[in-house]
């Protein structure tokens, strides 16, 4: 900030601490002027981040660059980034770098009540369970068990914007931006900063593949990308796929020519799907069961719930 008084000027940092203080005798404003202009120039110049500060508003530019580099058209990218919607997430993505599947309480999926709204919900879409069921082989159990855990059978889908979420993931090869998710994690669950960067730098491709495949899901299916709103990782819909599933195994259950994974329909078959690509057969042996199902999630607790809440659906 610059403060001009008739004895002295005086450039002020961000902090708020004096730069430069010194009192001048100027003959005439014009004078005075010039010399705060140049005062100014020699501050911004001087300065270790001149000309490499990423600008607010600018940090998916070298994202865009490789979007269109990649295949996508200049002109849908230009403006899909450029509208107010999308934008750097830091506070959302800093979740992913502090969630730990060990620390959620899963016994709340397999409580009475869980059960309850369970077998209700075969029974509202016993007639699409059951078409899933025979087409995939997969038990209906254990495609309500994943909605019931993943969703709570559909009503709690998550608010966060997938695309930021994403696109914030692919940016974290910029060391600048990358320090931006840090500085948003609170410092009680900061972990080493070691660690966090080496997951940074892993996540940043595997965000940017999503990113594409959330692109491609969304021209395929007619949607707007910035419009769907999924969990702090970037997974969507009822059955939470994320995007690369969405675009690959997601099916269209209820016949109406698109693949909507908010239609429970839709979720209800893409589970199903998903399960049979990665070796879901009817009658396979427990082992082999979780198996499969660690694949919709790595993690053990995880797994050991979906076969908890089957067993009880069962009765």
């Known amino acids: 900030m610059m403060i001009i008084s008739d004895r002295c000027i005086r450039v002020k940092n961000k902090r708020g601490a004096d730069k430069i203080s010194m009192d001048i005798k100027m003959p005439s404003l014009q004078t005075k002027l010039i010399k705060c202009l140049i005062f100014i120039l020699f501050f911004i110049l001087s300065s270790p981040l001149s000309g490499q500060e990423i600008k607010k508003g600018n940090e998916f530019d070298k994202l865009v660059r490789q979007l269109i580099h990649d295949g996508f058209k200049k002109e849908k990218m230009d403006a899909l980034f450029s509208r107010e919607s999308v934008f750097f997430d830091p506070d959302g993505v800093s979740l992913f770098f502090v969630h730990s599947e060990s620390s959620l309480d899963y016994n709340q999926f397999t409580s009475k009540k869980s059960i309850k709204n369970a077998l209700k919900y075969i029974t509202e879409h016993k007639i699409t369970l059951e078409q899933a069921q025979k087409i995939y082989g997969v038990d209906k159990t254990i495609i309500t068990a994943i909605l019931l855990v993943e969703t709570r059978l559909g009503t709690y889908l998550g ?8 696109a914030t993931m692919a940016a974290l090869t910029d060391k600048r ?10 410092d009680k669950k900061k972990p080493k900063k070691a660690t966090f960067i080496k997951k940074a730098e892993q996540r940043s491709q595997w965000g940017y593949e999503e990113l594409k495949a959330l692109i491609k899901y969304s021209e395929q299916e007619k949607i707007s990308p910035e ?3 999924g969990s702090y990782a970037g997974a969507m819909g009822i059955s939470q796929f994320m995007p ?9 259950g209820n016949n109406d020519g698109k693949i909507n994974l908010f239609s429970h329909a839709d979720a209800i078959f893409s589970v199903a799907n998903y399960l049979k690509h ?7 042996a427990r082992q082999k069961q979780h198996k499969v199902l660690f694949r919709y999630n790595h993690s053990n607790y995880y797994v050991d719930t979906l ?6 659906l069962k009765g």
Do not use: Q
């Not at 076969?307 to 009880?312: N, P, Y």
């Open 227 to 229: 419009k769907i709103r």
């Open 244 to 252: 690369s599933n969405a675009l690959k195994l997601a099916k269209d």
């Open 159 to 166: 608010k966060r914007i997938v695309m930021n979420t994403l």
């Open 278 to 284: 990665h070796g879901w057969k009817p009658g396979i």
């Open 177 to 186: 931006l990358r320090e931006r998710i840090w500085n948003a994690i609170p």
């Open 307 to 312: 076969l908890k809440i089957s067993d009880k």
